[in-house]
């Protein structure tokens, strides 16, 4: 049976621009980046942890007619329709003070929650980013 999971998808409406974000701005790094004729497959991984890809995917064929391919575009340019992901951190406060710095806009500050610190954001096409520092 399934030994693990190795892609996560997210939609995005321009993936340079999503490169931009996800490697300039979040520090992730490209694992993939290929033109396959039909599609650009873009992967980023967290560095360090190629085993684990997030696939930048710009809605359209193969994977779906233009006609779903222009809604799903529709639904992500009204914001907050998008994808989630969810990240890891030693210090959520640390992270949440450098990408601050870096002009990403959160949607929570850093809270205290029963499984950790954890904080929010989305990306530029209305994913939702959280970020979390475990309780040990």
């Known amino acids: 049976m399934f030994t693990a999971i190795t892609h996560s998808q997210i939609y995005v409406l321009d993936q340079d621009s999503a490169l931009d974000f996800y ?8 694992n993939t980046d290929a033109d396959l004729g039909f599609m650009r497959w873009l992967t980023v991984n967290v560095p360090g942890h190629p085993d684990r890809q997030i696939l930048l995917e710009k809605p359209g064929p193969p994977a779906m007619s233009e006609e779903t391919a222009r809604e ?15 990240f890891s951190t030693d210090d ?9 710095a870096r002009g990403v806009e959160f949607t929570d500050e850093p809270t205290e929650r029963p499984y950790g610190i954890d904080c929010g954001l989305r990306d530029p096409f209305g994913n939702n980013i959280r970020f979390t520092q475990p309780k040990p």
């Open 92 to 100: 959520c406060r640390k992270t949440y003070e450098t990408l601050r």
């Open 72 to 86: 799903v575009r529709e639904l992500l340019t009204k914001g907050g329709t998008g994808g989630s992901l969810i």
């Open 23 to 30: 490697v300039g701005t979040l520090g992730l790094e490209v």
